[in-house]
Nanobody, 117 residues
Framework: QLQASGGGLVQAGGSLRLSCAAS????????VAWFRQAPGKERGFVAS????????YYTDSVKGRFTISRDNAKNTVNLQMNSLKPEDTAVYFC????????????WGQGTQVTVSS
């Protein structure tokens, strides 16, 4: 089970840090990702990290502003979001994928991020 936290209301230009915790299992050897869904839009990929080698991917719109990282000791995956923009407003979900899978098969509940202009 995945648990996302850290959302909130922030002004444009501000920062938030989201956390995804796994209960009952460790993230190794999964790939863990963040997705987001804005009102009236489809859920879209934000960033991912492969646990075993720290390879990361980002959607173009967040490159240079967001950083995904893992914390082995806490068994969490974090998303540091800086220079937030109103268009980053969405519900953010964390997800995990078994090795060899092409789709994410574990999902947490969302956490709301609202960026005011």
């Amino acid at each position: 089970q995945l648990q996302a936290s850290g959302g909130g209301l922030v002004q444009a230009g501000g920062s938030l840090r989201l956390s995804c915790a796994a209960s009952g299992r460790t993230f190794s050897p999964y790939t863990v990702a963040w997705f987001r869904q804005a009102p009236g839009k489809e859920r879209g990929f934000v960033a991912s990290i492969r646990w075993r080698d720290d390879i990361t991917y980002y959607t173009d719109s967040v490159k240079g502003r967001f950083t995904i990282s893992r914390d082995n000791a806490k068994n969490t995956v974090n998303l540091q979001m800086n220079s937030l923009k109103p268009e980053d407003t969405a519900v953010y979900f964390c997800a995990a994928r078994d090795p060899g899978m092409t789709t994410f098969n574990y999902w947490g509940q969302g956490t709301q991020v609202t960026v005011s202009s």
